[in-house]
């Protein structure tokens, strides 16, 4: 029986939840079996099977997150991009076309510029701030429009009350990867979003030991692309549903000291004199700061930041720094550095990457569960070396 529950913290813990617990169990028990005994099912979607995205890990995983964001549905999927590229490619057919936000993770910038045109679609980057932009690429058959929350590596927030307004408009289905904010800070689905996505492998886990992603959005759409999902295979194993299941249970408190954190280290680096710039919407001096204090609940654990040596000084900084592991991906305990023009950005061009602000010298951070004062007191001597 589904209960209400009023908040996040709640409905972390219990939302989703089987009743009667199975065989009393207060953890969720892995279900490790590929198939179930025929019950009756007349649709194959519906017929028990890991790949077809309906064993209890899986659906118990399912109505979690549907209550976090206030969605109909949600569905939980092998990756972060098996939820991107799927959602695309449920909604977008042959000739189809996409407005999409500039400034993308690499994966998702990658899609687009390198497989699109095998698909038969089409895309158009646009500034998420300008409007103008907006409505310069629009097409008579653009179906959708993309952007993420915060963005990837530059922390940008973008018009999205204006970029919900003017998708509903022009009866352009709207898609958020929300990765970044997580539900503790934004929840798109309440700000009129229609899809809200996930790389569950960074914050929604915590524990940078799966990967998964997930989409939460109205029934409907959702049925849609898990029929997609189906078909494509790009479904979560029962083992790394159970490790999600439990990671999600501690996002609250998780996120909630990555936003202080990642806060007061922004304002430490932003005063270092070997800092040319640090990008961080908790920051007064960002531009969209005013806009994510209205929209968001929290800024975020994850920063980046130039150092006035370029790329060499980068190396250098990294290589001093003794508490942060040097690795890609984000939202785990561990705090992780990476340059993004070696790794999560790799794929762009160096032309594209310097156009749209990502320098060679840029520094991604993601703010982890250590002491504050020890991270801070770490990054100080590296910057000083």
Known sequence: MDRAFRRLETKLIHAGEPEPRILGAVAMPIFQSAMFEYA????????????????????????????????????????????????????????????????????????????????????DFVDANDPGSWEARLRPETKAFYVETITNPLMQVADLPGIVQFARSRELLSIIDNTFATPVNYRPLEHGFDLSLHSCTKYMNGHSDIVAGAVMGRR??????????????????PHAAFLLHRGMKTLSVRVRYQNESALEIARFLEGRPEIAR???????????????KKLFEGFGGMLSYELKGGADAAKRFIAATELPIKAPSLGGVETLLTQPALTSHAGMSREDRQRLGITDGLVRMSVGLEATEELLEDLGQALTK
């Open 40 to 123: 009756g099912e007349t649709d194959y979607h519906d017929l028990k099977y890991i790949r077809l995205n309906n064993t209890p890990n899986q659906t118990v995983l399912h109505g979690k997150l549907a209550a976090l964001e206030g969605a109909e549905a949600a569905l939980v999927t092998a990756s972060g991009m098996a939820a991107i590229s799927t959602t695309l490619l449920t909604f977008l057919s042959v000739g189809d076309h996409l407005l999409a936000q500039d400034t993308l993770y690499g994966g998702t910038h990658d899609f687009l510029t390198r497989d699109f045109a095998s698909f038969g679609l089409s895309f």
């Open 220 to 237: 409907d759409l959702v049925d849609r692309i898990k029929h997609k999902l189906d078909h494509l295979g790009g479904s979560l194993d």
């Open 278 to 292: 640090v990008n961080y919407p908790g920051l007064e001096s960002q531009p969209g700061h005013n806009r994510a």
